[in-house]
């Protein structure tokens, strides 16, 4: 997936698809986790809100979204 | 609307923040039986679909709109105990319990319902021992909720209590919208007060402060929230 497409997703859809991702938001302590604001915030948003390191934050959604591709790959709708 | 369109909704509707279903698990011409003995009931703003301490004869689902849920004290203080959404219940209590409604049933937009008599639901509950069942889940979920509620009247700051009050909203009734996360419809300081347990003075001033803070946007009976993460910092006691 591109890093533009990945920045325009809502976290709570991020966190649904792809599971392997939550640990990501956990260990930089973000309350986005069965937040019911995660459905309206993107991950660009809440890296802003979080001052986080973009490149870095991305990257390793990345990592962790190919980790388990292969359980995921059916519910892969977005490229 | 035709039998088929009803049974439709009869098969989809899932109670938003439970996920429950009424009518889940149950045969197509169990749906059909239902959906027969179902009538269409459609209120204005403001309309009363019953009164408090009427008696209980009618069970509702509600299909569009916004209903609030609301009881009065003899000294006439109004508390709102829940607001009802689209594909939830209402009603349904009151016919299981001491026959009397315990609050009146008020639409805050035009709503449209389907009802039933409590007779033919309790005719429908014997018939088919899955509609209990599921009403058993429906209920356990409410019961759940209120038990929170009443842990925050408890031990939550009043802040803390509205905060709350507008994220259970945003759960029930959020749209995502240019500037923020929208609560859709019409809901008063008033409205907000009655439901987070407090006083208008209290409420107004904890808004006022979060308007000041960038955290909302209130307009005519509206409520934007400008700053989703601020307000579940609040919310949740979170560190900044």
Redesign the interface.
């Known amino acids: 997936m591109e890093s533009v497409a990945l920045l325009q997703l809502p976290v709570a859809y991020v966190m649904e698809q792809w599971p392997q991702t939550i640990p990501v938001f956990m260990r930089r302590r973000m309350a986005c986790v069965g937040c019911v604001m995660a459905q309206f915030e993107t991950v660009a948003e809440v890296a802003a809100i979080y001052n986080l390191d973009l490149p870095d934050f991305l990257n390793e959604l990345h990592q962790n979204i190919l980790s388990e591709k292969s359980e995921c790959s059916q519910d892969q709708k977005v490229e | 609307m035709s039998v088929e369109s009803i049974i439709s909704v009869l098969r989809s509707a899932q109670e938003p923040l439970s996920g429950c279903s009424l009518f889940s698990g149950l045969a197509e011409h169990e749906l059909a039986t239902i959906a027969r003995a179902a009538q269409l009931h459609y209120g204005k703003a403001d309309h009363f679909f019953f009164f408090q301490d009427d008696p209980a004869t009618a069970f509702y689902l509600l299909l569009e709109g916004r209903v609030r849920i609301v009881q009065s004290t003899p000294e006439g203080h109004q508390v709102i105990l829940r607001i009802i959404g689209p594909n939830e219940l209402f009603g349904g209590v009151a016919f299981l319990g001491d026959g009397r409604y315990p609050a009146s049933a008020q639409a805050l937009t035009p709503s449209t319902a389907l009802v039933w008599s409590g007779e033919i639901m309790e005719r429908l509950m014997e018939q088919h021992p899955k509609i209990a069942f599921n009403l058993l889940q429906i209920v356990a979920h409410r019961l759940q909720e209120l038990q929170e509620r009443f842990r925050e009247l408890v031990t939550d700051r009043v802040e803390r209590r509205v905060a709350r009050t507008l994220?259970r909203l945003?759960?029930q009734a959020?749209r995502?919208v240019e500037d923020g996360?929208l609560i859709d419809f019409p809901l008063s300081r008033q409205d907000l007060a009655e439901m987070a347990g407090t006083t208008l003075f209290s409420v107004s001033r904890i808004l006022s402060g979060w308007e000041k803070q960038g955290v909302i946007k209130t307009g005519r009976q509206r409520i934007l929230i400008t700053s989703?993460?601020k307000?579940?910092?609040i919310a949740?006691d979170?560190e900044t």
Do not use: D, I
Request: charged share 25%; aromatic share 0%; net charge positive.
């Open positions: 994220l945003v759960r959020g995502k996360v989703p993460h307000l579940v910092t949740e979170l």
